[in-house]
């Protein structure tokens, strides 16, 4: 197999992370709107969140902060993706795990967003 360039690296991990945050976005977002968790089930956008984050792990394994980061915005996605789909979640609880979904859906929506900008960027060059 080829070795790949810096450059090369670069990309393949910032498209990894934008596709990450994404995903993070949609999960979240599902949890929002009875629409779009019916267009793709909450359990498949979790199992795809799942797989872009066991890929992108290894990539961001040199720095420590940025590894962390991603693995405490996983593990909150998915506590909330598990809240939500248990049938005996409250009333009140759910409006609670609606909230923090909407909160944390801006933040990954912007990550996202900033990180597909720089990709493009960078192809461009």
Do not use: W
């Not at 810096?6 to 993070?24: L, R, T, W």
């Not at 977002?29 to 009875?34: P, S």
């Amino acid at each position: 197999m080829e070795k790949m360039s810096k450059d090369q690296v670069f990309m393949e991990v910032a498209s990894g992370m934008a596709s990450f945050y994404a995903i993070m976005g949609h999960n979240l977002r599902a949890m929002m709107e009875d629409a779009v968790s019916i267009q793709m089930p909450p359990g498949e956008v979790s199992e795809q969140f799942r797989q872009i984050h066991d890929a992108l792990m290894p990539q961001v394994s040199s720095n420590p902060v940025v590894r962390s980061k991603i693995k405490d915005d996983y593990d909150m996605t998915m506590k909330l993706a598990g809240e939500f789909s248990n049938p005996r979640l409250n009333e009140s609880r759910l409006e609670e795990v609606r909230e923090e979904a909407l909160r944390l859906h801006f933040y990954a929506r912007e990550r996202s967003a900033s990180l597909s900008d720089l990709v493009a960027v960078f192809r461009s060059l």
